[in-house]
């Protein structure tokens, strides 16, 4: 058993917490797909909540503890999924939520973070700076920093997943977006623990590759830029806490290009009815740029998002 922060006894304790509107989450096989693809795929749901983002099962532990504290506040920094979670967990228990985010990031996320009513502040810069400001504000108001990823209650949050999966299955191998690392590490956890027969691969932007390269180097790694469509994803500096437990969980990590995850979006779009983020494509995009390794097997791509700008989701799939 992988010896990674992630405990399974506090996972499996998760579900009693967590709203039920995040869990047991559709998955189903897509035979649509598979006739593109060349080998059986099934789809774990992700976007079907409030929040259309696996995001919330992990902001739920994170305010049910705050709250447990007599804590009434709460900052993070986000590409904007988070910041929806944490808004809407909040709300839900009386917390104050601010959202640092950049002014680049896509509309719809930041207008759906002041609807849940949040205090969303920007910064001329990327996702990193973001982070930089957030932890000053917390700083400066003696609040609670929500830090995706290094928080194990995000990781320990996302893990349910890895719950749901293990109990259906058994999978050939499940397809992961890796960005911060929650999402990976955490169904990885779970699936070394209970389903050591399913393969956990990581799939990541070529253009926005550190932690993949953190991961293959097994060491920290840092990029100069992150310049992907697929923003969820699109970090700089791994946390190495975070790389740790990575490198206990995934067997593979691996790079796509920004061509294949807009035709998995569009795969998504004409034989799911699904319209996904660039970050929820990448499984698809891996499974594009090399067939042979997944012919005939069976294979789960969760649609970790599918908060999209229609202006640009239309400019990408050209419609």
């Given at each position: 058993?992988?010896?990674?922060?992630?405990?399974?006894?506090?996972?499996?304790?998760?579900?009693?917490?967590?709203?039920?509107?995040?869990?047991?989450?559709?998955?189903?096989?897509?035979?649509?797909?598979?006739?593109?693809?060349?080998?059986?795929?099934?789809?774990?749901?992700?976007?079907?909540?409030?929040?259309?983002?696996?995001?919330?099962?992990?902001?739920?532990?994170?305010?049910?503890?705050?709250?447990?504290?007599?804590?009434?506040?709460?900052v993070c920094a986000s590409?904007?999924?988070?910041?929806?979670?944490?808004?809407?967990?909040?709300?839900?228990?009386?917390?104050?939520?601010?959202?640092?985010?950049?002014?680049?990031?896509?509309?719809?996320?930041?207008?759906?973070?002041?609807?849940?009513?949040?205090?969303?502040?920007?910064?001329?810069?990327?996702?990193?700076?973001?982070?930089?400001?957030?932890?000053?504000?917390?700083?400066?108001?003696?609040?609670?920093?929500?830090?995706?990823?290094?928080?194990?209650?995000?990781?320990?949050?996302?893990?349910?997943?890895?719950?749901?999966?293990?109990?259906?299955?058994?999978?050939?191998?499940?397809?992961?977006?890796?960005?911060?690392?929650?999402?990976?590490?955490?169904?990885?956890?779970?699936?070394?623990?209970?389903?050591?027969?399913?393969?956990?691969?990581?799939?990541?932007?070529?253009?926005?590759?550190?932690?993949?390269?953190?991961?293959?180097?097994?060491?920290?790694?840092?990029?100069?830029?992150?310049?992907?469509?697929?923003?969820?994803?699109?970090?700089?500096?791994?946390?190495?806490?975070?790389?740790?437990?990575?490198?206990?969980?995934?067997?593979?990590?691996?790079?796509?290009?920004?061509?294949?995850?807009?035709?998995?979006?569009?795969?998504?779009?004409?034989?799911?009815?699904?319209?996904?983020?660039?970050?929820?494509?990448?499984?698809?995009?891996?499974?594009?740029?090399?067939?042979?390794?997944f012919a005939g097997q069976?294979?789960?791509?969760?649609?970790?998002?599918?908060?999209?700008d229609l202006p640009a989701?239309?400019?990408?799939?050209?419609?």
């Open positions: 058993m992988p010896e990674t922060r992630l405990d399974l006894d506090r996972i499996r304790a998760a579900r009693r917490v967590i709203d039920p509107v995040f869990l047991d989450s559709p998955l189903y096989r897509c035979e649509p797909l598979e006739r593109e693809l060349g080998c059986r795929v099934s789809i774990k749901l992700e976007t079907a909540n409030p929040v259309r983002s696996f995001k919330g099962r992990g902001t739920e532990l994170v305010v049910h503890g705050l709250a447990e504290r007599g804590e009434r506040a709460a590409a904007g999924n988070l910041g929806q979670a944490l808004a809407l967990s909040g709300r839900g228990r009386g917390i104050d939520v601010t959202v640092v985010a950049s002014r680049f990031a896509p509309a719809a996320k930041l207008e759906r973070i002041r609807a849940l009513g949040a205090d969303l502040q920007l910064v001329d810069g990327d996702f990193e700076l973001a982070r930089e400001r957030a932890v000053a504000l917390a700083r400066e108001r003696g609040v609670r920093l929500v830090e995706d990823s290094l928080d194990v209650e995000t990781c320990e949050g996302a893990a349910t997943i890895g719950l749901e999966l293990a109990d259906t299955g058994p999978f050939d191998a499940v397809l992961v977006a890796l960005g911060g690392g929650a999402l990976a590490t955490g169904v990885g956890h779970v699936l070394k623990n209970c389903a050591p027969g399913t393969s956990v691969l990581t799939v990541q932007p070529a253009a926005a590759p550190a932690m993949t390269l953190s991961w293959r180097e097994r060491r920290v790694v840092t990029t100069d830029s992150a310049d992907t469509i697929a923003d969820g994803v699109a970090g700089r500096y791994p946390i190495p806490e975070v790389l740790d437990d990575l490198l206990l969980v995934a067997d593979d990590a691996v790079l796509v290009e920004e061509t294949s995850i807009i035709a998995g979006m569009r795969l998504f779009l004409e034989h799911a009815g699904l319209v996904v983020e660039p970050s929820a494509a990448l499984g698809l995009a891996a499974i594009l740029e090399d067939r042979d390794r069976h294979v789960v791509a969760i649609v970790c998002g599918g908060n999209v989701y239309r400019r990408w799939l050209a419609f």
